[in-house]
């Protein structure tokens, strides 16, 4: 974890982190803060602390004079997005580990569902099945960028988790639940990347702060083909 994270927000990371690998079950009660005080050897108030943004992350619920609880959270689109993070996360990860052969049909994985949904004793109007998602997208990549993939969507999970979902996290949860919803593939109708490009926030742009007169003026239509978006002149910008 970067140094600059609290203790407070690596507790609250880790506890989501089992509550996501079903090491605490839903309705399971969470350790005490007395007990996470002991574990991390932190403050009472830190304790307290990493319980609050775990509730504040949606993950977790206090009943006073019980204690804290995990969440229900057995749905796949309607529970916190932090949770579609951290699944999005092991699924790159579990097919990183895979290897197919030119001939090999790429498999489907089962994504979602409640824990213990394939119990043979569970009634079966109160559990979910997981849904199985075509991964022959993702299974394309090479398994290094498959790994950091994992590795990205893992760090995103802790830091949403213990510092709180901001505006800019839209397209990183759009972009875990676009991988679980279908494995990642582009929509139908959608342009490729390389006719698309997409808008680019001008002040990310050092080029055109630097040599404003670059950018496409307004009398210049734009070429769908341009990788850069249409912004730049046809001049070679250095």
Excluded at 126 to 135: G, N
């Amino acid at each position: 974890m970067p140094s600059s994270v609290t203790p407070a927000e690596r507790i609250a990371g880790d506890l989501a982190l089992a509550i996501h690998r079903g090491l605490i079950r839903p309705g399971e009660k969470l350790p005490s803060q007395s007990k996470l005080k002991d574990s991390y050897g932190v403050a009472m108030a830190t304790a307290s602390s990493a319980l609050g943004k775990l509730a504040a992350a949606g993950l977790a619920y206090s009943v006073p004079g019980s204690g804290t609880f995990a969440q229900r959270t057995d749905r796949l689109f309607d529970r916190p997005p932090v949770l579609d993070v951290l699944a999005a996360s092991a699924l790159c990860r579990h097919l990183a580990s895979l290897s197919f052969g030119p001939d090999t049909d790429v498999p489907t994985v089962p994504v979602g569902g409640s824990p213990g949904w394939d119990d043979p004793h569970a009634d079966p109007e109160k559990v979910l099945a997981p849904r199985q998602v075509d991964v022959s997208a993702l299974a394309g990549l090479d398994r290094h960028i498959l790994r950091w993939m994992s590795e990205a969507f893992l760090t995103a999970a802790r830091r949403l988790v213990g510092a709180g979902q901001t505006d800019a996290d839209v397209h990183l949860v759009e972009s875990a639940r676009s991988i679980l919803r279908d494995g990642g593939r582009r929509p139908e109708g959608q342009p490729g990347m390389a006719y698309y490009g997409g808008p680019c926030p001008e002040d990310e742009d050092v080029a055109l702060r630097i040599w404003p007169e670059r950018k496409r003026g307004a009398e210049r239509p734009a070429d769908p083909t341009d990788p850069w978006g249409g912004r730049y002149s046809n001049e070679p910008p250095f």
